[in-house]
């Protein structure tokens, strides 16, 4: 956890607070990556040192589009997600059990998936 969280760059507001890896302004809705300031390669102050690849060995970043490489069934849907389908702004998570990018699939919403699933677009 960051002891002193940096003001908004668009707002200036001081009321920032953390979402995972991000800051996030309340007033603005604005996201941002804190600087790391000098921890190249180390644990950064939220533990994000490792680095998360795709299937083809890619490193993938915040904000990157990805294709799904195979076809996944989703719970609760009589279809599910299509090899090929194109997911737009990714968010990488410390999530469970390996499902480390959060995202928003058209037609199925927010959802985890896995980065050995998916190949960067």
Request: glycine share 14%; proline share 5%; net charge negative.
């Amino acid at each position: 956890m960051i002891e002193n969280l940096p003001p908004c760059p668009k707002c200036s507001c001081e009321y920032t607070y953390e979402m995972n890896a991000l800051v996030v302004c309340p007033e603005c809705g604005h996201e941002w990556v804190p600087a790391e300031g000098g921890t190249e390669g180390g644990d950064t102050a939220e533990g994000w040192g490792r680095v998360v690849k795709d299937s083809v060995g890619n490193e993938l970043r915040d904000g990157d589009s990805v294709v799904v490489v195979k076809a996944l069934k989703v719970k609760g849907s009589p279809s599910g997600i299509k090899a090929g389908t194109k997911v737009r702004n990714i968010r990488l998570v410390d999530g469970v059990d390996g499902h480390d990018i959060d995202c928003k699939i058209d037609g199925f919403g927010a959802m985890q998936l896995k980065s050995s699933v998916v190949k960067k677009a």
